[in-house]
Nanobody
């Protein structure tokens, strides 16, 4: 049974930083594509960042490129999202997602590609 649990969310002022963590259980995490998505109120869930199996490759949404960094520690079965320079428009519920199948890059951007999801964690950017 694969289980993903996010942590590290909260309230931060514009320009601030947060680090989200996703702890995985029931997996050999190195075999999984791990990604972050987010969903703002009234909007569809959108891709944020992904890291390939083994962490060889990463990809980011244009809206977060240069501000967010995804990383993984397979020995700890964890994936992280370092968020710097936060903006009000980054306010959303952030979700960790994982899947074991091999994907081309464009597939990793689609929520439909992932079998496993965390419960989500709130990030609010406000002054």
């Amino acid at each position: 049974q694969v289980h993903l649990v996010e942590s590290g969310g909260g309230l931060v002022q514009p320009g601030g930083s947060l680090r989200l963590s996703c702890a995985a259980s029931g997996v050999t995490s190195s075999l999984y594509v791990m990604s972050w998505f987010r969903q703002a109120p009234g909007k569809e869930r959108e891709f944020v960042a992904t890291t390939s199996r083994g962490g060889i490759r990463t990809s980011y949404a244009n809206s977060v490129k240069g501000r967010f960094t995804i990383s993984r520690e397979d020995a700890k079965k964890a994936v992280y999202l370092q968020m710097n320079g936060l903006k009000v428009e980054d306010t959303a519920t952030y979700y960790c997602a994982a899947d074991r199948k091999s994907m081309i890059l464009s597939q990793t951007w689609s929520q439909n590609a992932y079998e496993y999801w965390g419960q989500g964690i709130q990030v609010t950017v406000s002054s």
